[in-house]
């Protein structure tokens, strides 16, 4: 645990993997951004790996004003070890009051090390950060400029705000696409550091021997166009339905949780609080109860059109364009409708 150190700047892990930065270290660089703004404090980078130097000035363009690089041959693969350690020396020597990381399979691995080595205390999950006060009637006292860490909780039936007053750096993980991307300015600048290791063989428990990586089937955050079906779609073979559609409209097909489990298409088609968040131009529900969960994933769609044949489904609440009926009769018609057009 470091001292409370409200002058510390607001800390992203830039994840990378083989030379290249994935995505949702970008988009944490955005609300890092305003976050350290609102405090006004510095925001800061942490680049671990190999041969990554290079990675430092796309850092600055997304919005870090520092980046602290660890290079090491050491350090070339991701492992929790390792990366804990480096970091752990890291924000000892800085004291950061805020640090967020992806909820990426990474992220989700080295967050709660490094929170245990250093005491602090860690949200994970979040859906939104915030900068606010938290007034504790027990102590007749205000805790100015914390991190409200926010999130779903039992089972998303309730937004928890969860606050860290003593226990710092203010730690939390974010799911990627929660948090939009930054329009990158090609012309910003930052201080790039070039940071000392103390790192060897022993702190690396695992030898790589090989990696095999295997990429996503579909990119549904990159779709302009996502059409989703759920469990009143009713089959593997009528889910035929919804993918006749995406590929009509040259879009992608998602799905609900209940779809997925119920084997109607692969887990990386999935919409919501547990799958993927998208914010695509137009987003169409087929067969989709509206479930919160659900809605966690796709209600920032510029437009959504929803297909159910009960009209009290909640789906329709976020809806801007309401289809009373059977999907059965009605997704055929859109699908003969927009080829006609074509
Ligand atoms: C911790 C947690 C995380 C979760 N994460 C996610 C998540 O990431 N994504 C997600 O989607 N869910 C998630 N869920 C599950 C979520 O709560 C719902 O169970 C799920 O979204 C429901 O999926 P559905 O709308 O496909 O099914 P249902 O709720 O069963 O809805 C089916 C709908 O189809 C309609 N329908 C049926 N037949 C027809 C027809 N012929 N024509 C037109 N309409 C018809 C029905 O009226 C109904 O509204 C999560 C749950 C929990 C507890």
Redesign the pocket.
């Known amino acids: 645990m470091i001292s409370v150190n409200p002058k510390g700047e607001v800390w992203v892990f830039a994840e990378q993997h083989g030379g290249k930065l994935e995505d949702i270290g970008l988009e944490l660089l955005g609300r890092a951004r305003m976050l350290g703004d609102k405090l006004g404090v510095k925001v800061g980078a942490v680049l671990i790996g190999d041969q990554i130097k290079g990675l430092a000035e796309k850092l600055c363009q997304y919005g870090a004003d520092s980046v602290y690089v660890l290079e090491n041959p050491l350090l070339e693969h991701y492992q929790t070890n390792s990366y804990a350690k480096v970091i752990d020396d890291l924000i000892h020597k800085y004291q950061p009051q805020i640090m967020i990381y992806g909820a990426s399979p990474c992220g989700r691995d080295l967050a709660p090390r490094v929170a245990s080595a250093i005491k602090a205390g860690l949200t994970a999950d979040c859906t939104d950060l915030q900068i606010g006060d938290h007034e504790s009637k027990a102590e007749g006292k205000t805790y100015k400029n914390l991190l409200l860490q926010i999130r779903p909780a039992f089972?998303?039936n309730i937004i928890a705000t969860i606050i860290n007053y003593d226990r710092w750096p203010q730690m939390a993980t974010v799911r990627e696409g929660v948090m939009q991307m930054p329009i990158p300015d090609v012309k910003r600048k930052g201080q790039i550091f070039a940071e000392k290791i103390t790192i060897q063989q022993s702190d690396l428990p695992v030898e790589i021997i090989r990696e095999h990586k295997q990429g996503k089937k579909v990119n549904l955050k990159a779709s302009r166009i996502v059409v989703a079906g759920?469990?009143?779609v009713?089959s593997k073979e009528n889910f035929r339905l919804v993918w006749d559609l995406a590929n009509a409209l040259g879009g992608s097909p998602g799905a609900?949780?209940?779809?997925v489990d119920l084997g109607f298409i692969d887990r990386d088609h999935?919409?919501?609080?547990?799958?993927t968040t998208v914010r695509p131009s137009l987003y169409i529900a087929i067969?989709?109860?509206?479930?919160i969960?659900?809605q966690a994933?796709m209600s920032d769609s510029q437009k959504i059109i929803a297909?159910?044949?009960?009209p009290t489904?909640p789906i329709f609440d976020v809806a801007h364009y309401k289809i009373v009926g059977?999907?059965?009769d009605i997704v055929p018609k859109m699908v003969k409708a927009i080829k006609a057009r074509v």
């Not at 297909?307 to 009960?310: A, E, G, K, L, W």
Request: without cysteine; charged residues 10%; negative net charge.
């Open positions: 089972g998303g759920g469990a009143g009713g609900t949780r209940a779809a999935q919409v919501g609080q547990t799958g067969g989709i109860s509206g479930a969960q659900h994933g297909i159910n044949n009960d489904a059977d999907l059965n």
